[in-house]
T-cell receptor
């Protein structure tokens, strides 16, 4: 299993550009989420999904869109990038009904985004 | 609303010293989970432990130990005989139990940077 994969690993954008951060998991997890990590603030939830076709907002959703057309993929879209969106983005998946005793969230390696 | 507080921004120790990281949480839920994650300089998040609110037993795993005290809403983490490889940012996090509406929405603390020098 590859676990949770994220692409790209690094990205530089200019203000106003749009892009999509990709996230995929091969563990058949129903639950997927996106977090951003900023210095001194820990990780904050942007959007999450409890299954294909179902998404909802987290703590800091403004400026981001998501969709969940398959169980495996959960892309994060920045429609018009702003310098305030410079951050490290982590995708995570979990399966509360699954066999994992820890019920842990599995995190991807992260995408470091800089908006100039 | 849920909240996790890690009051220590940075802790510096010399190798072989013990280090304790504090985590205080707030939640109205009676069933919840607490987590610790490690983020080494390479940037990935490494799961260390999950503890549910009904299990107040302390846990030890090698040089790591965790002290869960529901009465004080704390879930502290101790590294015994620290090593340079322990240098990392450590995050405490809280979520409600599976089945609840907010399952999987982790609330993270701000993190504690641990610096271990030889």
């Amino acid at each position: 299993n590859a676990g949770v994969t994220q692409t790209p690993k690094f990205q530089v954008l200019k203000t106003g550009q749009s892009m999509t951060l990709q996230c995929a998991q091969d563990m058949n997890h129903e639950y997927m989420s996106w977090y951003r990590q900023d210095p001194g603030m820990g990780l904050r939830l942007i959007h999450y999904s409890v299954g294909a076709g179902i998404t909802d907002q987290g703590e800091v959703p403004n400026g981001y869109n998501v969709s969940r057309s398959t169980t495996e993929d959960f892309p994060l879209r920045l429609l018009s990038a702003a310098p305030s969106q410079t951050s490290v983005y982590f995708c995570a998946s979990s399966d509360p009904e699954g066999a994992s005793e820890s019920n842990e969230q599995f995190f991807g390696p992260g995408t470091r985004l800089t908006v100039l | 609303a849920q909240k996790v507080t890690q009051a220590q921004t940075e802790i510096s120790v010399v190798e072989k010293e013990d280090v304790t990281l504090d985590c205080v949480y707030e939640t109205r839920d009676t069933t919840y989970y607490l987590f610790w994650y490690k983020q080494p300089p390479s940037g990935e998040l490494v799961f260390l432990i999950r503890r549910n609110s009904f299990d107040e037993q302390n846990e030890i795993s090698g040089r790591y130990s965790w002290n869960f005290q529901k009465s004080t809403s704390s879930f502290n983490f101790t590294i015994t005989a620290s090593q340079v490889v322990d240098s990392a940012v450590y995050f405490c996090a809280l979520s409600v139990a599976p089945g609840a509406d907010s399952w999987g929405k982790l609330q993270f603390g701000a993190g504690t940077q641990v610096v271990v020098t030889p």
